[in-house]
């Protein structure tokens, strides 16, 4: 340590997926935080998870939240919670980028806690 600033080797990978992309920028024992892009026009599964509860801070663009039977439309600076359990998805209605981030709190955050309700892409489970 230097100047009381701890230097961290993490590689950050980005993952591509049909609606857009994830980086993970930090993944730890008690809670995981990713970058999420969504292109214009698409949206993610309309899904659920049973271990870890999520808070989506939006940074650019506009989405489109749905959480259970409501949805809200949200903005850069404006955030919402997501419930263990709850069912949610997120969605680019506009013609720019979205951009949020997602931190995920809970005992387990891998990508097979995702239960897929709706799918635009044929990966419900």
Same mark, same amino acid.
């Given at each position: ?14 993952? %591509? ?8 920028? !930090? *993944?730890?024992? *008690? ?5 999420? $892009? &969504? ?11 049973? %271990? ?8 650019? +663009?506009? !989405?489109?939240?749905?959480? *259970? ?6 903005? !850069? =600076? $404006? ?9 949610? @998805? ?8 979205? &951009?949020?981030? $997602? &931190?995920?709190? +809970?005992?387990?955050? +891998?990508?097979?806690?995702?239960? @897929?309700?709706?799918?635009?892409? =044929?990966?419900?489970?």
């Amino acid at each position: 340590m230097k100047n009381n600033i701890e230097e961290k080797n993490f590689l950050q990978i980005t993952e %591509h997926r049909p609606w857009g992309s994830f980086t993970v920028l !930090a *993944d730890e024992p *008690d809670h995981k935080v990713k970058r999420i $892009e &969504v292109k214009p026009g698409k949206r993610l599964s309309l899904q659920r998870h049973q %271990h870890r509860q999520e808070h989506w801070l939006i940074v650019k +663009g506009q !989405a489109l939240v749905t959480l *259970d039977d409501k949805q809200l439309t949200l903005f !850069a =600076g $404006e955030s919402v919670d997501i419930k263990k359990r709850q069912i949610h @998805r997120v969605e680019n209605p506009s013609p720019e980028l979205l &951009v949020f981030i $997602e &931190v995920q709190l +809970g005992d387990y955050f +891998g990508e097979d806690d995702i239960e @897929r309700l709706e799918d635009d892409f =044929g990966r419900t489970t």
